[in-house]
């Protein structure tokens, strides 16, 4: 299985060492449209979510991605990536756009600023107790009646599934747990395909 990780700013490196890490993975780099049209699933990560939003349409992908997502490519988000993955943001920046799949709406900076940043035991349905560091991290303030939440910190969800997207508040990338990325592959991606 080929997995993508926009490459464009943030954490990529972190997620390509860890989905390169699973049996039958084959994580790459991807920046460009036709790159990302030969793959299998893509990870979009934690970085500032405007600031790839931009790059995306710079890099000329922004289209290509959203298309990909409406046509049920498997794809997951961490931190920025959840926010990208929102059909509605709360306290975006002016003008903020998203790829959208996604029924809920996040809060941007939601656990506050850096200074902010913790790390806790949560509690994620289909996995058992992981490790959440939460950097800057976004919550997820409402969620569609067709998303899952897998799982809560502080009374928020910080991670939900509707069907072939799947996003986190927190960073698995930064921990030396794959489980998450062992969850999108195995539970979404493999199923997707059938």
Known sequence: MRVGVLALQGDFREHLSALNSLPGVVAVPVKRSEEIDQIDALVLPGGESTTIAKLARIFDVFETIKKRIKSGLPVYGSC???????????????????????????????????????????????????????????????????????????????????????????????????????????????????
Not at 128 to 139: E, M, Q
Not at 172 to 186: C, G, I, K, S
């Open 80 to 194: 920025a990536g959840l926010i990208l993955l929102s059909n509605q943001i709360l306290d975006g920046a002016e003008g903020q756009e998203t790829f959208g799949g996604l029924d809920i709406t996040s809060r941007r900076n939601a656990f506050g600023r850096q200074v902010d940043s913790f790390e806790c035991q949560i509690d994620f349905n289909g996995i058992g107790k992981i490790n959440g560091v939460f950097i800057r991290a976004p919550w997820v303030e409402e969620v569609g009646p067709s998303v899952e939440v897998l799982a809560s910190a502080h009374g928020h969800p910080v991670a939900v599934r509707q069907g072939n997207l799947l996003a986190t508040s927190f960073h698995p990338e930064l921990t030396a747990d794959l489980a998450v990325h062992r969850y999108f592959v195995e539970n979404i991606c493999k199923v997707a395909k059938r």
